[in-house]
């Protein structure tokens, strides 16, 4: 993550947090970041230099007044004036991290196959939240290439329960059982 990513957004996490607003901006900031990655062309727009810098704050206002919160809209300004735009997924992150370490989250990807059901989700929630002693955020995503079962990654680690994981261990084991029995 960039340093002006990071700073960014724990300045806008921290002023979200002197006024009570953490989840209202955190979700907003969701929304936009996931529009954003729709439309890459409007951040380009945003951090290009062709077009004067008060046309583009002139259109960060008109597409944003009245529908997200004043500090996210003076945020997007912000970056903008600053030249910063484009770190605005990394400003996002940034933000997201410190909500969760203040609030005791743990965002945990999940990977398999097919979709887990309702079910499943909760089961593993469950299961971690005790593991962990945290508040568990499954982010989960289909992946191909899992052939069966569930391959978790979260601060850094990841567990994998995947059925090539497993056939993976069984061929180091049997390699390291026939080097040493040579």
Do not use: W
């Given at each position: 993550?960039?340093?002006?990513?990071?700073?960014?957004?724990?300045?806008?996490?921290?002023?979200?947090?002197e006024e009570g607003l953490e989840e209202q901006i955190l979700g907003e900031l969701?929304?936009?970041?996931?529009?954003?990655?729709?439309?890459?062309?409007?951040?380009?727009?945003?951090?290009?230099?062709?077009?004067?810098?008060?046309?583009?704050?002139?259109?960060?206002?008109?597409?944003?007044?009245?529908?997200?919160?004043?500090?996210?809209?003076?945020?997007?300004?912000?970056?903008?004036?600053?030249?910063?735009?484009?770190?605005?997924?990394?400003?996002?992150?940034?933000?997201?991290?410190?909500?969760?370490?203040?609030?005791?989250?743990?965002?945990?990807?999940?990977?398999?196959?097919?979709?887990?059901?309702?079910?499943?989700?909760?089961?593993?929630?469950?299961?971690?939240?005790?593991?962990?002693?945290?508040?568990?955020?499954?982010?989960?995503?289909?992946?191909?290439?899992?052939?069966?079962?569930?391959?978790?990654?979260?601060?850094?680690?990841?567990?994998?329960?995947?059925?090539?994981?497993?056939?993976?261990?069984?061929?180091?084991?049997?390699?390291?059982?026939?080097?040493?029995?040579?």
């Amino acid at each position: 993550m960039s340093q002006a990513g990071t700073v960014y957004g724990q300045g806008l996490y921290t002023l979200a947090q002197e006024e009570g607003l953490e989840e209202q901006i955190l979700g907003e900031l969701a929304v936009l970041q996931t529009a954003f990655g729709e439309n890459p062309e409007f951040l380009k727009l945003l951090a290009s230099h062709n077009i004067p810098l008060q046309e583009r704050l002139d259109l960060l206002e008109e597409s944003f007044r009245g529908k997200v919160h004043q500090y996210v809209l003076n945020f997007l300004k912000l970056l903008t004036e600053k030249n910063h735009i484009r770190q605005f997924p990394e400003c996002c992150k940034a933000y997201r991290e410190q909500y969760n370490t203040d609030k005791g989250i743990l965002e945990v990807q999940v990977f398999t196959a097919i979709a887990l059901s309702d079910a499943q989700k909760v089961r593993l929630t469950d299961k971690l939240t005790a593991l962990t002693g945290k508040k568990i955020s499954l982010l989960c995503k289909i992946d191909p290439a899992v052939l069966g079962g569930v391959r978790l990654r979260y601060d850094g680690c990841q567990v994998d329960g995947t059925i090539q994981g497993r056939l993976d261990e069984m061929s180091k084991t049997l390699k390291n059982e026939v080097n040493y029995g040579t």
